[in-house]
């Protein structure tokens, strides 16, 4: 049974994660590359895939460490088959780049109800949201979920809500300084990317649409499970649990309203996607549903990302 395989953390689970990721960046690189790339594409392509990598462990090692899930690898799992959803983020460089801040910043926000240097983590946290925002502007509204572990954890020092302003003068400081400098135009171009579009209609074939639909399916199926069994969880990790449901809700809003809309920017949901996901299966008594929801899971995956090569 599949779930059995994925159950516990072992070598040759990563060992298979990292190999299935391998293979389907390679496949999705030849299917779609028509010509020779440049030396900078391959450094851009290599690099892009490190990061992808990183950002799987990343994602395991922040709901290990602070006890999220239990010792299953289904988190990482279910990150690969998010991923696989839309393919064509393989090859989106600044939102992977943009993603990969954000989980750095997920890391400390989500640590932060240890309460240990609780004014570093939200600095380090505030710092990796605004330098994911110079990659995708909409990313700025993951500093809200900085507020909210504030309120969570430590609001009562007035100190912390001023913290994330020091950081934002940092990064946007070394931003004026670099574009001043090197590229005059790149305010004027990162400036464009602020506004807001509500429109969904980007789709260059019916399968980008179907894969849409499908994922919408998983967004309501796993939230609404992970939003009312929210309360059956320890009390000592609800305000973490919330947290990770409040990021979901960040990552669709971003989604919605960023302009040149497109599927990739559902990528800053998979992190808490993969999370409540993970909790449905392995809080799940029923084996047979487990087995159901994860296979159909798979198959639902490699159907959306064949469908668009």
Known sequence: MITSVFKKSTPLNYTLIIILVLSFFFLYQFQVTNQANSIFEILQKGVSLVIILGSLFLSNFIVKKNALTKDSIFTLLFYFILLLF???????????LSNFFILLAMRRLVSLQTLKSPKEKI????????????FHFWAILFILLVYVSIIFHVSRDYRNWLIPFVAFFIVSII???????????????????????????????????????????????????AI???TNKPLNLQASYKKIIFAFFIGLTIFIITPNKNNDVLIFTYLPLSVMATNFIEYSQNKIQQEIVLVASIILAFFCFFSQL
């Open 86 to 96: 839309f393919p064509s983020i393989l090859n989106n460089y600044t939102l992977i």
């Open 123 to 134: 600095f380090d946290a505030s710092l990796w949201i605004f330098l994911a925002t110079l």
């Open 175 to 225: 931003f004026i300084l670099y574009s001043l400098v090197f590229d005059k135009t790149m305010i004027g171009f990162y400036l464009n990317k602020s506004g807001i579009n509500l429109e969904l209609d980007y789709f260059q074939n019916d399968f980008q649409n179907i894969a849409l639909s499908i994922f919408a399916v998983f967004i309501v199926f796993f939230s609404s499970s």
């Open 228 to 230: 009312f069994t929210l």
